[in-house]
């Protein structure tokens, strides 16, 4: 039996043991929500050239001679927008020029239309408008080529497609998504059993771990023959890069994930952690597959996951190095609550902000069997053991929404 | 020309007159990420009878006869497990019990495994031990038959598709997704222009309202023709809900999508909004399709969908009466900034707790047409127009994963 401490630095250590997963190619289109595999660095500038910020006109300041008055005039001549490739400035003159479009080359001025007049051919505009650069982007004022755009492991949404379209990439190399075989068993589960029950888990580590983009295959034994229990997990271990099994490690007659288990020759990194709601969860591992055993209370298979499965998911599926825990969120408690001496609690809270600072509430809870309460709730909040929490104190708690 | 809240406003009495989205039917396994269209009801209590929280022995408290000694025994006699619809209980005996299996009828009390001894067909238990209720979930303890357990317009994920489940719904109601069409336009995406961009809008837009639960179709028309957008425009609105364009919509000769507007008979419900960066954003109606305008550079683009598009897919996938922003977090400004006098400012800025207190950092930006700058931020900060945030000021942003 394991504190959380101890068992995360088991998971930890057993991350770094995995082989890394492969890396494939997907179109960007189809790039969200995968990881990346390496590091991107920028093939051109951005802007790739020296390009205009404003709608207006471009000519060269050493063009203007000052004649003493606040007023000058300079011919119009060029016409540019973007996507042209413009001819060199023509000295003494000025071109109109688009935002976005291309400057001239030996232009170095940009007026922004709204700040002069235009009659016969002819721009008038005040010379204490002018200044070289002005209105002008950079090439490589955003970045240089050659610069780090993205590091590998990055979880890639809009914000990095948008970057990666700019470099007129098409082709990402991204982690092929893990593979988990999800199995839940008992003989409630048959439609046919007299008091016949809904199962709830494999529904919902399906959709819990298929939005952390795992592809899930999921498994139900509506039996408590050892057999069929042994089959499936057998089936799934040969497919999955982890496994989840919920309920049935308990010690009871029915209760044949930890007999399977050895029966298999599954290896036992540790067994039952020091933990509320979860207390069952155990940690095995069948030749390179990690198998998370989780309890059967759909509470507690819920916690367990979000505390455990998604974390090492997350390690596996951004390759890396260690455990990758979710960012918390700290806040005051609007409510007390004592750890057992020998078990963390986690809570299902709910997180508002009240002036300048977050307060965290208690979501009442039935216990291990509880599904109502996460509905209800905006994260999980940590207790250590021991530890008691009174109204007030800080606290912090990961949500939802982060994981 | 409107203030940030004027635009709202008009926003959120845009959302009111829009028809609400159809409901369609989904099974559940495909649910997550999908709005619910009415509110669900328990069809029947959970627990739905009295079960047993642990593995134990079940037992009637009257049933123990007092002998002033501390310890008893009654004779085991039947088996119950998960599934089972068990025989009432057989008065003076026990009945050996597994979690979550029906308690038998008669039966008041169980007793967990590891307080007692078993000899002969004996249970051995302490009289302390005993108390009416014990280790029993009562039948509805989480909800009873018909709670409310969802509201209509919850965006469904793993935790409420457990409750669903758990009542055996297998088809659930969602509203459907909203099509959304986008829009870029430009000579420069031409791939035979002398200087040709990569189009960055469509993708960026693509991935973020996608990413919403939205349907999304893009197109890209490579020319500045003026037919050409107005063919894509037409073509579009007919199959949309919403539609959003990007760029062409200043008064170059190349900025196409106003006049384009005006030809097809849209109207304007406000042109140009006093905020940085997305100024020219300009929102306009063609029959019942609301249209973004938004401006060309992709930085402008991406923080206009952010603040204005998202919240209005929102209010609409959820079938909201109001504008649905999304939740800000506070925390203190490492930096100071001073927003123009008439332009609501919107930064982009990393978030990072430092002891109690979560601090932002402004993410250097080149202005309108930087993407670099929100692949390094973490959300984006608001700063009211002509207020000055000094270095220790208490601000709020919204985080992208909130989003």
């Known amino acids: 039996m394991v504190s959380y401490e101890h068992a995360q630095r088991i998971l930890s250590a057993l991350v770094t043991t995995l082989p890394a997963p492969e890396v494939e190619y997907v179109p960007i289109h189809q790039a969200d929500g995968r990881v990346l595999a390496t590091a991107l660095h920028a093939l051109s500038p951005r802007p790739e050239a020296d390009i205009s910020a404003m709608d207006g006109y471009a000519f060269c300041c050493a063009d203007i001679v000052d004649t003493g008055q606040a007023r000058c005039t300079i011919p119009l001549q060029d016409y540019v927008v973007a996507g042209d490739q413009p001819a060199p400035h023509n000295k003494g003159t000025a071109a109109t020029i688009l935002t976005g479009a291309r400057l001239p080359t030996g232009a170095d001025c940009i007026i922004a239309r709204e700040r002069v007049e235009v009659h016969d051919g002819l721009l008038h505009l005040a010379l204490s408008d002018i200044a070289v650069g002005k209105n002008i982007r950079r090439v490589g004022e955003e970045f240089a080529a050659g610069s780090t755009l993205l590091t590998a492991s990055q979880k890639l949404d809009w914000r990095h497609i948008a970057l990666l379209v700019s470099q007129n990439i098409k082709q990402v190399p991204v982690y092929r998504p893990c593979r988990v075989g999800v199995i839940a068993s008992g003989a409630e589960f048959a439609l046919s059993a007299p008091d016949s029950r809904a199962e709830i888990n494999t529904p919902l580590l399906h959709a819990m771990l298929t939005r952390q983009g795992a592809t899930v295959t999921s498994r139900i034994v509506r039996s408590d023959s050892r057999e069929d229990l042994q089959a499936a997990i057998s089936e799934l271990a040969e497919h999955s890069d982890i496994l989840v099994t919920t309920g049935g490690i308990s010690v009871g ?24 709601p979860g207390k069952p969860f ?20 819920a916690m367990c996951a979000q505390v455990f499965v998604l974390p090492f998911l997350r390690s596996w599926m951004e390759h890396r190095p260690t455990l990758a825990l979710f960012p918390t969120i700290q806040g005051r408690s609007s409510f007390s609550f004592s750890a057992l001496s020998d078990a963390t609690g986690f809570m299902p809270v709910t997180y508002a902000q009240s002036g300048k600072e977050g307060v965290f509430s208690l979501v009442p809870s039935q216990g291990a069997s509880d599904v109502l309460c996460f509905s209800r709730a905006d994260g999980i909040m940590q207790v250590p053991p021991g530890q008691a929490i009174e109204i007030g104190d800080w606290c912090s708690a990961t949500l939802f929404c982060s994981v």
Do not use: S, W, Y
Not at 268 to 276: G, M, P, Q, T
Not at 282 to 301: D, E, Q, S
């Open 253 to 276: 007659q029915t209760d044949n994930v930890l007999p399977v288990m050895e029966q298999l020759g599954a290896a036992c990194l540790f067994r039952r952690a020091k933990i509320r």
């Open 282 to 301: 155990t940690l095995m591992r069948l030749g390179p597959v990690p198998i998370f055993c989780l309890p059967g209370n759909p509470g507690a298979t």
